[in-house]
């Protein structure tokens, strides 16, 4: 049976959403106001959340933060069922986080297939990552991860652990930021603002940053055609890959490798001239 944690201050409108739920068959809760809602919700970890927007000591907007800043309560669907139904409100709702926004008074039949519809999405994405953690034990393609170090990469973020987990596993692939937000279960629009607020940049910043340090490696480490290392760091077009390393370095990829290589063994001769 799906729980459903109800975050509602009026006492009328939180007892006929709780009776409507009931009576389509989900085990429900109820709360009050925002603040016990999010206890409500850390203790009893609900299938689905529905809150207003308008209420005393803490309103909808910032409840859903707070929700969604914590890794126990983040990837909860989230409805909001409000008063507040003028475009900005519902931009707002939506960037977020919030899975749905229904504007009061709902009926019955809207609400239920408003929560269907967030369920759905759910199993999903649940789904999506299975299939990603899947491919995550699946051995890597040999000379993918040649000397690149994660840790002096990915900037140190407890709450981003696992996105930046997934684009190491799977930045040789074709990965964009609505693949990582689908694996992980959050929206496109809330990972990018989540990811921007803790580092200053994009999930797709992150997944290119990752693909030149394997690029990097991979032109110091091997003679491999820069075609095929291209393509061992995941870009289908090698233009897209010319442009973004001389973006990123200022230099074609075979100029950097010349460069450093040959920087490289006079190091090594000059080490080796002063043991001798």
């Not at 030149?212 to 991979?218: C, F, G, N, T, V």
């Amino acid at each position: 049976m799906k729980k459903i944690l109800v975050i509602e201050d009026r006492v009328q409108t939180r007892q006929l959403f709780l009776e409507w739920l009931k009576a389509a068959g989900f085990y429900t809760i109820g709360a009050e106001n925002g603040l016990i809602g999010i206890q409500r919700a850390q203790e009893e970890l609900p299938d689905l959340i529905i809150s207003e927007i308008i209420m005393a000591k803490l309103n909808g907007y910032s409840l859903l933060t707070t929700l969604r800043q914590n890794s126990a309560t983040a990837i909860i669907p989230f409805i909001f069922v409000t008063a507040k139904g003028t475009r900005a409100d519902i931009r707002k709702g939506m960037e977020l986080g919030a899975d749905d926004y229904l504007t009061k008074p709902c009926t019955v039949e809207e609400l239920l297939s408003a929560i269907s519809a967030c369920l759905e999405r759910q199993a999903t994405r649940q789904k999506s990552y299975s299939a990603h953690f899947q491919q995550i034990l699946e051995p890597p393609e040999a000379g993918i991860k040649t000397a690149a170090d994660p840790q002096l990469i990915f900037p140190s973020a407890p709450q981003l652990r696992q996105v930046f987990h997934l684009i190491e596993e799977n930045y040789h692939q074709s990965l964009t930021l609505n693949d990582v937000a689908s694996a992980i279960g959050y929206s496109p629009s809330y990972l990018t603002n989540l990811v921007r607020r803790q580092t200053g940049q994009t999930v797709q910043s992150w997944i290119i940053e990752r693909r030149m340090a394997a690029a990097r490696s991979l032109l110091l480490e091997t003679d491999h055609r820069v075609e095929d290392i291209a393509a061992k760091v995941g870009y289908k077009s090698i233009v897209h890959f010319f442009r973004q390393f001389r973006r990123h370095h200022g230099t074609t990829p075979q100029a950097w490798r010349k460069l450093h290589l040959t920087y490289t063994n006079n190091s090594d001769k000059r080490v080796s001239s002063i043991n001798r």
